[in-house]
């Protein structure tokens, strides 16, 4: 496969860029940049090699773990949130920690934060091994991307008003807002599913 990195000469081709404002990830800024028309001189293409080609997929591995481990960070926050709110709530004549309800939710959300971590350090460590991991990276950025919304979704249930507060001294609906933008960068869920089922089955559907 061919990788080519180029630079756009602003100018010779100038280009627009603009705030993109997302739901969450509000300590930084994104951006859209826009190109029309773009002309890119000869001289500014670089053919990666096969050692820069290496590189790319290295580097695109270590930020699909990357964000893995991004999802777990804000498990672990919503896990902390929820699990320390149901010990000091009463409802009903116990804290609502007694409820099995509650017990239900909390146990799936440490299922979820578990199996994340596994699947996450495994990837990790099979990069640090140097060998070929991309089923095992899709795997862990497919499942850690994908059920903190779930968790995050939870904590706010849990914590019922307060989950959905913006007040300060909140974050829970914060790390929900965050959450979402993992199964969306650094190649979609679906992107994952695609790359599994080409590792699985031998036939690429991209
Ligand atoms: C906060 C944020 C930061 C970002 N930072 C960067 C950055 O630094 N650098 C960068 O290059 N990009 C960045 N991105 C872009 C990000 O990588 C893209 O948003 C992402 O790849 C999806 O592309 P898209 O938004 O164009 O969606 P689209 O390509 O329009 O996809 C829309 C939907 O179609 C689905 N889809 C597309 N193709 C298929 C297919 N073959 N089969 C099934 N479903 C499919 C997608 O999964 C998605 O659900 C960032 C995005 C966000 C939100």
Redesign the pocket.
Known sequence: MAVVHLLVDKSISPWKVRD?P?I??KA?T?GHIEFERCRVARAHLFHADEAGYTQNLVVRGWARILLGAWAIGIMRAAIEDATRYVRERHAFGKPIAAHPMIQDMVARMHVDLETSRLLTYKAAWLMDQGVRCDLEQATAKLHACEVVKRVTNDAIQILGGRGLTTEEGYRTERLHRDAR?LA????????M??IIGRRLLGFS??
């Open positions: 993109l997302i969450g990830l930084g994104t933008f969306v960068a650094e190649g979609t869920s679906q992107i599913r695609l559907a991209l």
